[in-house]
């Protein structure tokens, strides 16, 4: 490649690096995230891959709204479930305990 080719590539990659970045809002901080991502898709357009357009792409869902609907049917770690608590320690038998040392006391 040489310097012309170069500059041309970079170009093409500044381009749609803008464009990504344009496309999201033009939100701060995330130049590198961009550029890296507008120079995978220079090169799969140069191997010849078809691509969505970028514009397509971020209008585009990425899981079907149903997914969101139960997320709050998620048991959480404070969820004691449908009946009473669980079995007391003091309601249990002395003999189901175990021994808290290893000579059995």
Do not use: C
Not at 27 to 52: M, T, Y
């Amino acid at each position: 490649m040489n310097a012309n080719d170069d500059r041309a590539l970079e170009e093409r990659i500044r381009d749609r690096a803008y464009a990504i970045w344009e496309s999201e809002g033009r939100p701060e901080g995330r130049a590198e995230f961009n550029w890296d991502q507008a120079k995978e898709i220079v090169a799969l357009e140069d191997a010849g891959e078809p691509l969505i357009d970028v514009a397509e792409s971020v209008d585009t869902p990425v899981e079907p709204a149903v997914a969101f609907e139960n997320m709050g049917a998620v048991p959480g770690l404070d969820d004691q479930g449908e009946g009473g608590a669980g079995p007391e320690r003091d309601n249990l038998a002395d003999e189901t305990r175990l021994p808290l040392s290893h000579d059995g006391r």
